[in-house]
């Protein structure tokens, strides 16, 4: 009798069945199902990635109680590159399961030309089932990040329709996460559009941020008799990698073919109805790879 207790008390402290959180642990981890909701309902994720993507809302909507399946994924949204003067940030937010054993991250990197770059970590945020969850915050010594956030007010802010945000998923245990790649390498080989120039200054690795050349290639829509020149500083775009069909700001409705330099200067912004990004192929055409028109449009044209 005795001996089954003890052996029942063994099995109840090797696998528990609790994670153990606090109220601040509660927002974390509710801000983390916030954030894969949004890469659920993402027009970038793919139906293999959902797969992934759904198990991980699953097991973080059980908390603190333990799921009995072991899962062993990783999921990473990236996102834009953005530029604050003369320094660049980027962001990335992931979410890990290794058995029972999850992991919240907030990270990023920040660039400056003349410094160079370093990575750097907001936030990790650890559980384990039987013991107190830990969160190491690291905000306050990000004095140098212009957009940092608490976490929950970070992932609240998130905006997935903008254009720079991309999905890695890893997961051994999903088979067609290997089947897309498969499909995308042969998508890749079929395809012999590549951009002509690599940025050639500041102003177009801005702009890079908004490039989507597999969208582009996959929609396939052309500037036919492109202008030559910006129609407002009038130089050429012969060796320019951008172009950007777009309405001039606070000129009502005043649209022009611009230079990267004269598009940050005045342009309205990459979108439907503000400007359309076009990327010098090397086959010498203006492919759209930005401001996308609705699928819906697309279709009717």
């Known amino acids: 009798m005795n001996e089954k207790n003890g052996t029942e008390s063994m099995n109840e402290s090797e696998f528990p069945d609790?994670?153990?959180?606090?109220?601040?642990?509660?927002?974390?981890?509710?801000?983390?199902?916030?954030?894969?909701?949004k890469i659920a309902h993402a027009a970038f994720t793919r139906p293999a990635q959902l797969v992934?993507?759904?198990?991980?809302?699953?097991?973080?909507?059980?908390?603190?109680?333990?799921?009995?399946?072991?899962?062993?994924f990783h999921i990473s949204l990236n996102g834009p590159r953005r530029w604050f003067g003369e320094h660049e940030i980027w962001h990335w937010w992931t979410v890990e399961i290794d058995s029972r054993f999850i992991e919240i991250g907030a990270n990023g990197h920040f660039y400056r030309e003349s410094t160079g770059g370093d990575s750097f970590t907001s936030l990790i945020w650890s559980a384990w089932p039987g013991e107190q969850a830990t969160c190491l915050d690291y905000l306050d010594k990000l004095w140098m990040v212009d957009d940092a956030q608490p976490f929950p007010e970070e992932i609240a802010s998130l905006d997935l329709t903008e254009p720079g945000f991309s999905l890695e998923v890893r997961d051994e245990d999903n088979l067609l996460l290997d089947e897309m790649e498969v499909n995308d390498e042969d998508e890749e080989a079929e395809s012999e559009m590549k951009p002509k120039y690599e940025p050639v200054d500041e102003s177009e690795r801005r702009l890079q941020a908004h490039e989507n050349i597999v969208e582009g290639v996959r929609r396939n829509d052309t500037y036919a008799g492109a202008s030559e020149e910006c129609d407002i500083c009038g130089k050429p775009f012969s060796s320019r990698r951008f172009m950007v069909d777009g309405n001039r700001r606070g000129r009502g409705i005043e649209w022009a073919?611009?230079?990267?330099?004269?598009?940050?200067?005045?342009?309205?912004?990459i979108g439907y109805g503000k400007g359309q990004l076009y990327t010098h192929m090397d086959n010498d055409e203006w492919l759209m790879t930005g401001g996308f028109?609705?699928?819906?449009?697309?279709?009717?044209?």
Not at 27 to 35: G, K, N
Not at 52 to 72: C, D, G, N, R
Not at 293 to 301: A, G, N, R, T, Y
């Open 52 to 72: 992934s993507v759904a198990k991980a809302l699953y097991v973080l909507s059980k908390i603190p109680q333990v799921t009995q399946a072991e899962v062993t």
């Open 18 to 37: 609790t994670y153990y959180l606090s109220v601040s642990d509660r927002v974390i981890v509710d801000a983390a199902i916030q954030l894969l909701d």
């Open 257 to 269: 073919c611009m230079c990267s330099a004269c598009f940050l200067r005045e342009g309205e912004g």
């Open 293 to 301: 028109p609705p699928q819906e449009m697309d279709s009717e044209l």
